[in-house]
Nanobody, 120 residues
Framework: QVQVIESGGGLVQPGESLRLSCAAS????????MAWYRQAPGKQRELVAA???????TYADSVKGRFTISRDNAKNSAHLQMNSLKPEDTAVYYC??????????????WGQGTQVTVSS
């Protein structure tokens, strides 16, 4: 069983910053990739940023230059540094981990989400 836990969401004013954290735990053999998605009211879930086990990153065009995804040395957690936040960044942010379980299954595990609200 694999659990993914996000933290770091909250309320921030436009132009300010937040750092989201994601940690995976459980029956993990390795983590192939971790990613942050977000879902705003009335919109479908969208990919914000992703990072592979080798460190290759991908960003949505809307956040390039403002957001940075990183991973820790243990490769079981990731962070999303969000700078210059805009009201349109308001959404529930979900962490996703592509995990190779000890039992041998490759799974996609989701966190419960953390709310990010950017408002004056």
């Amino acid at each position: 069983q694999v659990q993914v836990i996000e933290s770091g969401g909250g309320l921030v004013q436009p132009g300010e910053s937040l750092r989201l954290s994601c940690a995976a735990s459980g029956s993990i053999f390795s983590i192939n990739a971790m990613a942050w998605y977000r879902q705003a009211p009335g919109k479908q879930r969208e990919l914000v940023a992703a990072i592979t086990s080798s460190g290759t990153t991908t960003y949505a065009d809307s956040v390039k230059g403002r957001f940075t995804i990183s991973r820790d040395n243990a490769k079981n957690s990731a962070h999303l540094q969000m700078n210059s936040l805009k009201p349109e960044d308001t959404a529930v942010y979900y962490c996703n981990a592509r995990v190779l379980e000890i039992a041998g299954s490759l799974i996609s595990s989701w966190g419960q989400g953390t709310q990010v609200t950017v408002s004056s």
